[in-house]
């Protein structure tokens, strides 16, 4: 069964699962959700716990043994499987296959990993565990999910939530839910009457947002052109190279200029040929609205002039001109701001 992350809820008198899958790439999420399966298995006499991280050098065999053992002083143990990659490969995959087959009522375990798609929630091993399983994908959250998380988070620690302070965290600790929870536990030490004002809040908070050149893409293809700026800037201080953005643009050039020329010449665009999934299929057609050909050919000129002049050494200021670069995707006319390469002495 799958459930998300915050509809996901444990306490001392819950069923419990043999099993508990949870895999994604929000950290914060996930340890919540350790931390609730921990709290509601030691309320009910599991009271032995045990970490294993199934990396290259591990035996499964040890797995086995871990569900087969118990101390003197526990009858009933958790145990924390972490798979690095979300694939247990063929041995592992046989192994969690047999646990599953043979439910232990005095085990509990938890497998927890990086994102997993569809081709492991298809294995044989996964049906299996997922028969007496919680499935809990934790996914990075993004605009009103963020917004809401963060709500109930400072509701929990006594905050009193407005908008103007939700929304400053949003900005502040967006792609970043540890950060996010580290400065509502921070401004609960400071003010410990849960009510400070926004001017507070502003003082105390530390710009903490975390971003990926693909989340840049993202909202180039949604039009975001405040947003984008914002994480142009803090990919430059994490010292992301402008190559790296360079590929990312050019990348999502070609995808577009291949969507635009099927819509152009009438056809039905096949999303699985050009490998978008359907959760970003509405990112790309808000592109084909805004977008057409014409500026798509003005758009690969001014990108292969960048790229030919940062190969060469030639940009003095890389992310002021990926500034310009990105905005021609929302679409700006930046005709009046033509891209001036200073070179280096």
Known sequence: MQVYPNRFNLNAASELKPFYLIFGDEPQQKLECIELIRGAALAQGFDERQSLVADGQFSWDTLVEATQTLSLFSTKQIIELELPTGKPGAEGSKVLTSLAHQVNPDVLIVIHGSKIGKDVQNTKWFKAVDKHAIFIPCYPLEGNALYQWLNNQMRI????????????LVDYCEGNLLAAKQEIQKLMLLYPQGNPNFEQVEQAVVDQSRFTVFHLVDVLLSGDAQKAVKMLYRLESEGVEPNIIVWALTREWQTLQALLFDKQQGKTINWNQHRIWKSRQPLYQ?????????????????????????KQSYVVRPYVELCHLCLLFVPYSLNCMPLDYGILN
């Open 157 to 168: 620690a006594g905050m009193q939530p407005s908008q103007q302070i939700s929304q400053l």
């Open 286 to 310: 808000s592109a084909l609205q805004r977008l057409s050909l014409e500026h798509m050919r003005s758009l690969q000129h001014k990108l292969t002039e960048f790229d030919n002049a940062i």
